[in-house]
């Protein structure tokens, strides 16, 4: 078998081979085969830099020749667990970058921000943003193997708090997201009835007379209540009524300041979620990779019977044509560029951990490039074809109340709990398309919320490697335990103040400390890991170096994308309200120390990783931002490859 040139095949970040940590001790056998490949110590460089010769040719030429025998390695050494099949992976990274926001996010923003234009910064924040951050993560975690935390000890340890911070913050965002599938199992049971409980002010299916319905709950058709539904005095619908009187339990009292107890009905739909949860979860990728079969298939099914149902509605053409208004003007307006980066970071999900976390249990040389992009064709798709739906609907209520689409069209909670089931109810056979809508909101956040956990699961698992592998059970042990804390917090949620609650956590969950996450990871892997080492990682894995723009948008575009994103999103900050009720200013305060304790890890990691090291201060530093691979030639006192002006510089070819 052909011998690899040391001096061609080193990479200037580190002068060591670009070859995956095992996950076992190689017999002799298995160290022959490897030194047959010439991936062995023995291609290191003396000083540990390299040629200035090597091109992205020698590197596809040298990696190639050991993709056999490096992948029969792979399978006898690595004993982690593995997807069944790639279609299982592809599905649950679809299924939680397509979640709920797409439903109630998206079309919102289309509305308020002229139609068919918001698609022209969507589509290019879509490009130069978030795709590259999403196929970063995908590469890392496959290439490494290893779960969101315990990755970074590998790329660069300064920077292990970036994985920290998301498993916080996705462990918050379990805190308030669960509540939605609860609120729509809720939904679901009610919908089991010959009459929809909320279709009428004196429905009493579920209620005694007027147990639930406000003073001014009016069911006529013509009235125009979601524009200012919050205003006292103003007629409210029987669906506004239904969702914050009867299923939340809303009162003159309610507040951030005065929570209340949890009501039982809340209580145990939230108890179902987790233990769906659980079930889904507790085997690991093997299990959760079955259920994404029916979880992300399903909703584009139900969506498609929706808007077939919707379209022939009177008024939906309509409200079609309204949501596919261009008015380039609005272009020149910097909101619409705000709310397009806002859109496009979180529906892809970067910067959660749990693209990583799942594409560390894919094969090697699993095409990843491939998933990434039907994941980003498929979210888009998604967010576009619900705004068809929603629009359909939201025009065959315009035209049903004689008013404009602007005083039916909510954002959020109340779009999908209010305007959409008020709709459904107009409909015959209305209990069908309910419990289709709600079989879709299941659907929808059950395979995002099971990502979401498994990066925790994951994170954890990997950083304790050594006590979950000799200790039985201790995954299912710690999947009830994350299952239950996480239930614990989001019963203040199942109060009669729990939506206050729940927009204080969706506002402060995730947010800046989100797009945080996602700037130290482009800058951890394209700066301080490197363009060039990380070139050579993706050539080993995929049989070719990434292209120019990829390259570029790691470096340069896509750290600035999020920089601006960040800056933008602390000037922007709304006054945190929920329709009429405005937060204390201690609430606000008290949101931004919550944000605080996820961000602040970073800092907090890097210090006592640094402290860590041993050495002169110069192999304290070199040992903090050099990879895993480093290491032990840095502290034989070896040359540092991140000390020279090179590694900075380093693009690739053009």
């Not at 397009?340 to 892809?348: I, N």
């Not at 956590?505 to 700066?527: C, K, N, Q, R, Y």
Request: net charge neutral; charged share 15%; proline share 5%.
């Amino acid at each position: 078998m052909a011998k690899i040139n040391p001096a061609n095949h080193v990479p200037i970040s580190g002068g060591s081979e670009p070859h995956r940590e095992s996950s076992c001790t190689e017999t002799t056998p298995l160290r022959s085969l490897r030194e047959l490949n010439g991936i062995t110590s023995l291609l290191h460089s003396p000083t540990g830099a390299a040629t200035e010769s090597r091109t992205s040719t020698s590197i596809v030429d040298n990696v190639s020749t050991r993709n056999g025998a490096s992948s029969m390695v792979d399978d006898m050494c690595d004993h982690r667990e593995t997807w069944s099949s790639g279609m299982d992976f592809l599905l649950s990274i679809i299924g939680f970058a397509v979640d709920l926001a797409a439903v109630w996010r998206f079309p919102y923003y289309a509305f308020k921000n002229g139609g068919g234009t918001f698609l022209i910064p969507y589509f290019i924040m879509l490009i130069i943003g978030a795709v590259p951050l999403l196929y970063l993560e995908l590469l890392i975690g496959q290439y490494h193997r290893q779960g969101p935390i315990s990755v970074w000890t590998q790329i660069a340890p300064i920077f292990q708090g970036i994985g920290f911070c998301a498993a916080v913050v996705s462990f918050y965002t379990s805190f308030y997201y669960n509540n939605i599938l609860a609120w729509s199992f809720f939904y679901l049971f009610a919908s089991l009835t010959p009459e929809l409980p909320w279709s009428s002010c004196q429905n009493q299916s579920w209620a005694g007379p007027n147990d639930w319905a406000s003073p001014t709950c009016d069911s006529n058709d013509t009235i125009a209540h979601y524009g200012n539904a919050s205003a006292k005095g103003l007629p409210r619908s029987a669906a506004q009524d239904y969702f914050d009187f009867f299923v939340l339990g809303l009162n003159k009292d309610s507040g951030f300041d005065n929570i209340g107890w949890p009501r039982p009905q809340l209580v145990g739909c939230l108890a179902l979620t987790y233990v769906v949860l659980f079930f889904a979860l507790f085997k690991g990728v093997r299990s959760s990779g079955k259920v994404v079969w029916v979880t992300a298939i399903a909703p584009y099914c139900i969506l498609l019977i929706l808007f077939i149902r919707g379209i022939f509605l009177p008024g939906a053409v309509d409200g079609v044509q309204y949501y596919m208004t261009f008015d380039l003007k609005r272009l020149l307006e910097a909101q619409i560029w705000i709310d397009a980066a806002v859109q496009v970071f979180y529906s892809t999900g970067a910067g959660f951990g749990v693209h990583l976390a799942l594409a560390s249990y894919n094969k090697f040389h699993h095409n990843c490039r491939r998933d990434c992009l039907i994941t980003v064709a498929a979210n888009a798709a998604a967010s576009i074809f619900s705004g068809f739906v929603v629009f359909a609907y939201l025009g065959y209520m315009s035209a049903r109340q004689n008013v404009g689409i602007d005083h039916v069209a909510k954002n959020g909670p109340g779009l999908v709990f209010q305007v959409y089931p008020e709709a459904i109810s107009t409909l015959p056979g209305a209990p069908f398309w309910s419990v289709l809508f709600f079989l879709m909101l299941l659907t929808l956040g059950l395979d995002s919320s099971m990502g979401g956990m498994e990066s925790i699961l994951t994170g954890i698992c990997d950083y304790f490697k050594d006590f979950f592998q000799r200790t039985r059970h201790s995954r299912l042990v710690l999947t009830a335990t994350i299952c239950l804390l996480s239930f614990c917090v989001g019963l203040v949620n199942c109060t009669p103040s729990g939506i206050y609650t729940f927009q204080w956590f969706d506002t402060f969950a995730a947010g800046v400390s989100l797009l945080f996450v996602a700037f130290f990871e482009a800058i951890a892997v394209a700066w301080f890991y490197g363009i060039e080492q990380f070139s050579v990682d993706i050539t080993e894995m995929l049989g070719a170096p990434p292209g120019l723009f990829w390259r570029l948008c790691w470096k340069f575009f896509s750290p600035l994308f999020l920089l601006t994103a960040i800056v933008a999103a602390a000037i922007t900050f709304p006054t945190l309200k929920y329709d009429s009720y405005m937060y204390p200013q201690w609430a606000t305060t008290a949101g931004w120390v919550f944000s605080l304790s996820t961000t602040i890890l970073i800092p907090i990691v890097a210090i006592i990783q640094m402290a860590k090291s041993k050495g002169t201060l110069s192999q304290k530093v070199g040992l903090s931002i050099s990879p895993a691979r480093d290491q032990e030639r840095i502290r034989r006192g070896g040359a540092i490859a991140r000390f020279h002006g090179r590694h900075w510089r380093y693009i690739g070819p053009i």
